[in-house]
């Protein structure tokens, strides 16, 4: 059933290749090839059904912002909440506004400014080491060692990423950062430059869509209640300032990546991920975004 | 067992009643007995389980935006988010900040913009009877002729609305109300001075919790998938600036009343409904936060 | 040589005639002729001289603002202070944002919601007669008779002042109006609709370029100190969002209104008013501006 | 006269040391004599009169900014406009919310993203050399030669300038910044390091009295037009969100500095300058505030 479903997708979505546009604020995300596709699902028993280009690996970029909350969750627990909020944040994913009124508070791990007091975290927890720790622990959740950084798109981003060196300083201002700011935006740079095809990442999410517990593998990596938790702020803020209309048109918990990424967790069932390069005017991909919600109303799957 | 959890959250919510304030920006709200309590379970089989002051009916304020919302998508369809979005705003319920730099057009339905504009569209549908046929759909979900609007309450907010009127207007100068601001206003202060129990908000809520179809008296309302796009703007937009907060600790798509009422879905299963008048500081109740979240860990149940 | 130099202002600006837009936000004031010009300069030893249109009365609009807050600082004196700041605001003269972060407290009472709390203050001292005490000063202040305000221009703005009907709600949910909007609001178009031409408002405007004491008739409407005060927030709020634009070509004191007005003083000297209905992006007098720029370079005055 | 208005002015502050806080964000500023006061006054014909502490140097902090802009007006003259607006900006000196929304064109010169910009068309005129190009060019308009930046006051803020860092990299991010951020931000800290007493300011400041041509040496550093324009500047964005409150009490052109020191213009007399380290809660001299507030009350000395 998954396979046709999948076909169907995949020959529905081939008109609208011609829109969006490849992120192109650094070379070596403007160089990939516009027309990929690929879409991956794996469910809790371990069988897996893929379509397209799916041993093709991309930048994962803010889809590794799951992966430091839920390492940091399991670390530091409900004491996370005091340095970041869970709140939508209503304003696109590099904004400082609310950072200024809100006493360098992010509203959520999922904008820039969260996930890098995640990485602040992560530092203050592991020192000069956090950037292996953090790739151990994806290659931990997804049951695979073949994962890795791209050092191009790493060293891209550290030159040219002023926005993201304005969010780190404005909140080391509030004292919300504890590390050097180097220190800290390296350890963020480096994993948002981590490569995955779809078939690695809907593997990595599977524990999420169980409790916490990789189905497989019987490791636990939080509770059934954070796993829950999890999910909510996926649904609510995945997406940044379209969270709102990607929850309305698909229904699912999701993260998106700026590499053209989205992965989404049906919970109690499966872990879906699609790839494809071309972005929306939110930044997240165009034809990513439909083929998951034609999924969803393939399948009949939603949350709702 | 569901009369067995109602009674063990009612013993655990006890030590909270010292907290939180009843809304008290117009008299009739004001003068509410703050130690009440009660809580509504309807399943979609019919049965039901209720347990405190499951007769007494309260204002359901801001509950009400559901149901217009509903009505106007059964109504509108897609061409409602012509004047309306669907992303959590990130300010407070009566915010005019994003207005000014949006066009006026509201972040979401469940704003009191976004309802404002509701209103007026059913204003432009019904004209002069809008008042009635909200009413009457309100009745017509509910299974029940026994729902009136309060006619206090009602004047009251009318003469003290103030921060009402300048959302109003401000939209009304970017043209996005079709219809003269008095008449607006007043089906809108109208259909948040209904007042119900929590026994009939979880009964007219069942349709959304059964894809748009009333499970007793099988009467459709809305698509299945229009049912599950409500339900996923209760998740994100819900609480106002606290929706990614309850998203978090609950996990079910709801909505909250400044007068202490909070309905939640648990598509395919059953609808919720707690009433408790003292609120905490974004204006949702506090004691019905906190029983809906020990609801959701005692029974397990969660979208998530 | 006033006589000289205003002919050549009016040469130089000729070519200029086809820029800029007449307000057409009502009727009344989208219907003017927009090639009208006319510039008047009363010095303080009464002498007059004046070029083009100067018998000509148009709607005063924002202008008559100075009047009502030097009528408001004579009655009330520093205590004005708590209900409206200084400052310039850096917003839009409609702009609500600053007014919902600040506790409905006006930034200056030169833009609108300022002058609707000086409406309301005038309304509280003399209730019904608000109005006409405003009028009666206006004419007090020119010691001239003939000065009316245009009743089809205060109903246009009366029925489709949106935009202000919302300011005066947001104050109000504020506490920071004390009567009626609608009274308040009546004041206020009242006033802002009274016509007047460039050698009526230039006159009306000496006792400010003389230590607040009318230089021709004796008559003491400030104290020298509030005189200084008046002129130095005209300086930096007179022009909403374009007052440093204004103090940095012009280089003293003014108010513009949108009907095409503008007046400045030169303190210990003169009062210059200029007339041309067309308006740049910010809502001031395109070829106004444009004049009066002129005039402080061929005359070399300025209080700088 | 002045020696006897200094000396009252002396002893009506007195009573005012016990307010205000002495900045405290660097160290190097924290440590300073909380009481310290001087106030001098130079005449264009060269006389000079002072009372207090007038030899004691001081850190100059954002009154450099006055320099900077004079020297890039210098050299750019108009097009500097293409980089930075003239606008009060009605936001605190080291926002970054306008900025965002602006595309990275800070509202004037005067508040810290206005600085850093002239700092950057300095570097970019000057390069390596920039720092001491401004140097030179603060000794010239000073015709003094014995004016250092304090060493430890420069590492300071450029090891804890984060709110700055912010900026920067903000505008660099919107492309209006030029040059290396680190360059840019070390010419930037350093000429707000310069140390000088209130005699030296004062003098300093004469050109801007007198055309742009300063009185003794008859040296022309900027044309009449881009003098009187400079004042224009000072009095609309002096002192950040206190601009208009220093406008309405004092009357002048003046600029402050977080060092506790302010310059004052009267344009055609004088240069005044005055020094406390206590600031208001808007990072302004409080005593230097009053003493200048009282000196054009008692001289009858004011632009208006």
């Known amino acids: 059933m998954y396979k046709k479903i999948l076909q169907d997708i995949k020959d529905e979505i081939e008109p609208l290749f011609e829109q969006g546009q490849v992120a192109n604020y650094i070379p070596a995300l ?5 027309n990929k596709f690929a879409m991956s699902v794996y469910l809790l028993d371990g069988s897996y059904y893929g379509i397209g280009d799916i041993e093709d690996k991309f930048s994962i970029q ?10 940091s969750m399991g670390i530091y627990g409900e004491e996370l909440h ?7 944040s209503g304003n696109p994913f590099n904004s400082l506004i609310r950072l200024e009124n809100e006493d360098g508070i992010p509203r959520n791990p999922f904008i820039n400014s969260g996930a890098i007091v995640l990485a602040d975290m992560l530092v203050s927890k592991y020192k000069k080491s956090a950037s292996d720790e953090i790739l151990k622990y994806i290659k ?10 791209n050092e191009a798109v790493y060293k891209s981003e550290k030159v040219s990423g002023y926005r993201n060196y304005a969010l780190v300083n404005m909140m ?13 935006m390296s350890t963020y740079f480096k994993h948002c430059s981590i490569e995955m ?21 019987n490791k636990k990596f939080l509770t059934s209640s954070q796993s829950k938790r999890v999910s909510a702020v996926m ?12 929850a309305f048109r698909v229904g699912l918990p999701g993260k998106s990546g700026v ?15 699609v790839y494809s390069p071309k972005l929306n005017s939110k930044g997240n991909s165009l034809i990513g975004t439909k083929a998951l919600e034609l999924f969803t109303t393939k399948t009949g799957l939603s949350i709702f």
Chains 1, 2, 3, 4 share one sequence.
């Not at 803010?62 to 390492?71: A, E, G, P």
């Not at 509030?174 to 800290?184: E, G, M, P, R, S």
């Open 30 to 34: 403007a160089n990939v090839n516009p």
């Open 62 to 71: 803010s889809i590794s912002k799951v992966f430091t909350f839920t390492q």
């Open 82 to 88: 005091k340095r970041l909020g869970l709140e939508p």
């Open 140 to 149: 931990n959740v997804s049951d695979n060692d073949d994962i890795l950084y």
């Open 172 to 184: 080391k201002s509030f004292k919300n950062i504890k590390n050097h700011t180097a220190d800290v």
């Open 197 to 217: 095809n779809t078939k690695e990442l809907s593997r990595s999410m599977l524990f999420l869509a169980n409790h916490g517990i990789d189905p497989i593998t």
């Open 235 to 246: 649904l609510t803020c995945g997406h940044y300032d379209a969270s709102g209309d990607f």
């Open 259 to 273: 590499g053209g990424g989205i992965v989404a967790i049906i919970p109690g069932k499966m872990s879906v991920c």
